[in-house]
T-cell receptor, first 114, second 113 residues
C-alpha cells in the first residue's frame, strides 16, 4: 500500500501564476481532506471531498482557491494568481469512511511563492 | 467552531524522563481526539487517539487521558528517547463536522540526551 501520494513535493511559483497540487488517496479510501500548514503553525482545514463531490469547503478562501476529486485520477487543489501569503505546506489526507477516523497524511507539497 | 489550544509551546526534557502535553477544547460535542507527531520537514503521523467513551488509552510508552468535564486531554510520553523529539499536535472532531479535525498549534518537544 503506497499510502497517500502527493506531488509535487516542492513547488515554486511566481506571484500571479497558478499552482496545482495533486493528491492520490490510499487504496480503498474515497474521502480526501486538504489542510494548510503555515510555518510554525498547526494545520488548518480547507476542504473535504468525496469522488465527484465537495462535501465541506468551509475552510477554503472564497477567491482563487478551488478543489476537485474527479471520478478518475487524483484530487487537485488549485490556487490561481498566487500571492506570497499562499506560501505554506499543503497536506492531503484520506480516510476510509465518513465517521471519525484518524487520517493518513501524505508527505505534503511545499509551495513557495516568489 | 471548535477551538483547540496546546500548552506548553515548547518542552525540553532529559532523556528517560516523562513528557506531558496538555490540550483544551471548546466544543462539548467533540468526541474524537487524535495526536500527531511531526518531524521536521515531514508529514504528521498519527501516534494515538482516544474517543470520548473512554478516559485513558495506552500504547507502549505513549498514553492519552481525557477529561470530558474539564474539556482537556493530555499526551504522556514515558522514558523519553531522542527520537521522540518532534512537534506534537493534538486535534478534536465532532460527529457533525464531516470528520473535520481542529488542530492545536503544536508543541515542540526536545529530548536532551
Amino acid at each position: 500500500n503506497a499510502g497517500v501520494m502527493q506531488n509535487p513535493r516542492h513547488l515554486v511559483r511566481r506571484r500571479g501564476q497558478e499552482a496545482r497540487l495533486r493528491c492520490s488517496p490510499m487504496k480503498g479510501h474515497s474521502h480526501v481532506y486538504w489542510y494548510r500548514q503555515l510555518p510554525e503553525e498547526g494545520l488548518k482545514f480547507m476542504v473535504y471531498l468525496q469522488k465527484e463531490n465537495i462535501i465541506d469547503e468551509s475552510g477554503m478562501p472564497k477567491e482563487r482557491f478551488s478543489a476537485e476529486f474527479p471520478k478518475e485520477g487524483p484530487s487537485i487543489l488549485r490556487i490561481q494568481q498566487v500571492v506570497r501569503g499562499d506560501s505554506a505546506a499543503y497536506f492531503c489526507a484520506s480516510s476510509p469512511g465518513a465517521g471519525n477516523h484518524g487520517y493518513t497524511f501524505g508527505s505534503g507539497t511545499r509551495l513557495t511563492v516568489v | 467552531g471548535e477551538n483547540v489550544e496546546q500548552h506548553p509551546s515548547t518542552l525540553s526534557v532529559q532523556e528517560g524522563d516523562s513528557a506531558v502535553i496538555k490540550c483544551t477544547y471548546s466544543d462539548s460535542a467533540s468526541n474524537y481526539f487524535p495526536w500527531y507527531k511531526q518531524e521536521l520537514g515531514k508529514r504528521p503521523q498519527l501516534i494515538i487517539d482516544i474517543r470520548s467513551n473512554v478516559g485513558e488509552k495506552k500504547d507502549q510508552r505513549i498514553a492519552v487521558t481525557l477529561n470530558k468535564t474539564a474539556k482537556h486531554f493530555s499526551l504522556h510520553i514515558t522514558e523519553t528517547q531522542p527520537e521522540d523529539s518532534a512537534v506534537y499536535f493534538c486535534a478534536a472532531s465532532n460527529p457533525y463536522g464531516n470528520n473535520r479535525l481542529a488542530f492545536g498549534k503544536g508543541n515542540q518537544v526536545v529530548v536532551i540526551p
